[in-house]
C-alpha cells in the first residue's frame, strides 16, 4: 500500500498504542527513493529491539528513552533497499520479556481485535512482539518484524488471525538486534499470508558478514506433492490446558489434510515435559549476561550523581528503570551463573537441550512436519491477565512454542478461524532444520485448505 494510506490507517489505530516511534517522514523518502528505482514499494514496521540509524529504539524500556541507533539492522537495511518504508518501531513487552504486550514503560499494547471501548478493558494483543502484529492487523503495515525468543511472533499472529514465521535459526541476521537470549532469539515475520511471509523471507535471509551465526536456508524444493505429506501429531502437546475450541480447530486441520492424501500419525516427543524448564533456566542465563551493559553509566538511564557510591548508582539506575519482570530475571539468571549453581542446573539444562533436539531429529526421520496448537485458547482480557491465575496460562502457551526455539527449527501459527466467542485460533507447523521454505509451502497449502473449506 501507499505510504500515505498507511499512514492514515496508523493515525486511526493509535488508541491500541501499537507503535512507541513514528516514522512517517522517513517512510515517504523510503517510498520515493523506491519508486525512483522502479520498486514496487510496500510498508513496514520494526519491533522496537531493532536499530535503524537515527531513529530511538527503546526496547519498551526506560532505560533506552534516551538511545537512539547509530547503525541500522541488516534485516531491515535489506528490506529498504527492495522497495520497504519504515513506517514505525513495534510496542512490546520491556526488553521482549513477556507474552502479553502490556509490560512496556509506553503503555500496553490492546489488541485491534477488540470491539468497543479500550478505556476499561480490552482483549491482549499477545506477547512479546504484541505491536508487530496491531500493525499488520490494522492494516497499515504490509509486513512486521518481530522476533521469536519462546513464541514471542507465533502467540501474537494466533490470536489476530494472522500468520506468524519463525525461521531456522540463523537465516535471518541477528546483527543491529537488542539480544533477550543469544542462543534462541530469531527475527521473525508478520504477514497477511504465508505467500506474503514467504516473499518478505527471501528477501531478508542469507549470511551477512556482520553476523557470525548466520547461514543460508536450504534451497526452495521443487515439485513437493503435498498431497502426500506424512504428518505428525506429538502426543506430549495434547494438554489439559487445550480449551475444547482449540483441540476442535486442531482435529478439524488434521482431518483436512488427510482428506487430500496425507498421513496422519503420532509421534513421541519424550523430553517435551522438561523443555520449559530447560528453556526458562538457559534464557535466564543469557538474560542476566545480556542486560550487564545496561549499568546506566556506560549505556542507558543514569540516576543522580548524588548517589554515595559506584555501587549505589548502579542498583538505583537499574531499580528506577527496568520493571519488575526484567529485574527477576536478572537475579534468577545471576543466581544459575554463580561457581555453585551453574553444574546443577545450567549444564544439566543443556544437556536435556540435546535430548530435546534428539526428539525432533527422531521425529522427522518419520515425518514431513508436525501439527500442534499454537496457544491453550484465543486472546483474553486485560483483566484475565491481571488475575493471578493467568501465570499459568502464559507458562502453558509456552510449552507449545519454545520447544522450536530450543532446537532452532522453523515453525509457524497459521489462522484456523475463530472460537466459540468469535476470538481468532491458529494452528503451529514445524518444520526440520532449513528446510524453512519447505514448511512454507506446506503452511501456504494448510492456510488454503482451511480457507476453501470454510
Known sequence: MTVERAVQRAISARPFNALITETFDTALNHESNALQRGLKPFTFVAKD???????????????????TAPYTATILQRLVENGGSLLGKANMDEFAMGSTSTHSHYGPVKSSITAGNLDNDWRIAGGSSGGCAVAVHSGFADVALGTDTGGSTRNPAAFHGIVGFKPSYGTLSRYGHIPLANSFDVPAIFANTVADCERFYGIMAGVDSYDSTSLDPLPRPENVDLTKLTIGIPKQYVHPM???????????????LESTGCKIVPVDLPHTEYSIICYHILAETDIASNMARFDGVSLGHRASDDAPSFNELLATSRTESLNDTVRRRIFVGNYYNVRENRGKYFQQAAKVRRLIKQDFDAAFAQVDVLLTPVTSHSAPLYSEVRAAKFKSRQRQDDYFTQPANMAGLPAISVPMGTCSNGFPLGLQLIGNYLEDYRLLAIANFLHELHTNSA
Open 242 to 256: 487445550l480449551s475444547d475450541d482449540t483441540l476442535d480447530a486442531w482435529n478439524n486441520a488434521a482431518k483436512l
Open 49 to 67: 529491539c531493532f536499530a535503524y540509524q537515527g531513529v530511538p529504539v527503546t526496547c519498551a524500556s526506560k532505560m533506552l528513552e534516551n538511545f
